[in-house]
C-alpha cells in the first residue's frame, strides 16, 4: 500500500495521493550532499579573533542544539570549586550556599593559571583566594530606620505603609 497518513481532526486518515518521504541516505557522500543541500550559514560580527556571531538555518534542530553544547563545552571557563563555611546560621544549608557560589561566573582569563595535578598544593598560580562576610541586620537596626542594612554596611531605605 503507497501513500501515507494524515493527521484530521476526525482521527488518522490513510492518503493513497501523498508520496513517501524520500528514503534516508546510505551513503556518507549521499548524507553529506542532503545536509549541505538546504544549511546556510551568515556571519554576522567578528569582532576579535576569539569571538563569532553567525546564524545558521536549513538544519536540524538536534544538530544546532549539539553544535551549541560542544562550543560550550570548549571554552575554558573559571569557577569557584571548594568552599570553606566557617558559620552559617542562615537557613540556606552549607551544601545549598556552596553550589550557588560554584554557578556564579567568574571573569577571570583561565590561560593566566596552571593546572593541578594530583598531588600538587594549591599555590597563587593555580588559585583564587575569596572571603566573604556577611552578616543579617539585627532587629533593633531594622526596627530603629524602618529598613535594613544591606551586607556592605549601606542603608537600604524602604517605605514602610503602615496600614
Known sequence: MSGMYELRPDGLKHNPSLSSPPPPPTTP???LSSFTS????????HPNKNELVFEMGGVDVSFANALRR??????????????????????????????????????????????????????????????MDVRAPSNADEGASKGRKATGGEDIAREVADK
Not at 538546504?38 to 560580527?45: A, E, K, N, P
Not at 575554558?76 to 557560589?101: F, G, M, W
Request: hydrophobic fraction near 40%; charged fraction near 20%.
Open 29 to 31: 557522500a549521499a548524507y
Open 38 to 45: 538546504g544549511f546556510t550559514y551568515r556571519v554576522l560580527s
Open 70 to 131: 560542544i562550543m560550550i563545552s570548549e571554552v575554558p571557563t573559571v569557577a569557584i570549586e571548594t568552599v570553606y563555611i566557617d558559620q552559617n546560621t542562615s537557613i540556606t544549608h552549607d551544601e545549598v550556599l556552596s553550589h550557588r557560589l560554584g554557578l556564579i561566573p567568574l571573569m577571570v582569563d583561565p590561560r593566566q593559571f596552571s593546572v593541578t595535578g594530583p598531588g600538587e598544593e594549591d599555590n597563587e598560580q593555580n588559585t583564587l583566594v575569596f572571603n
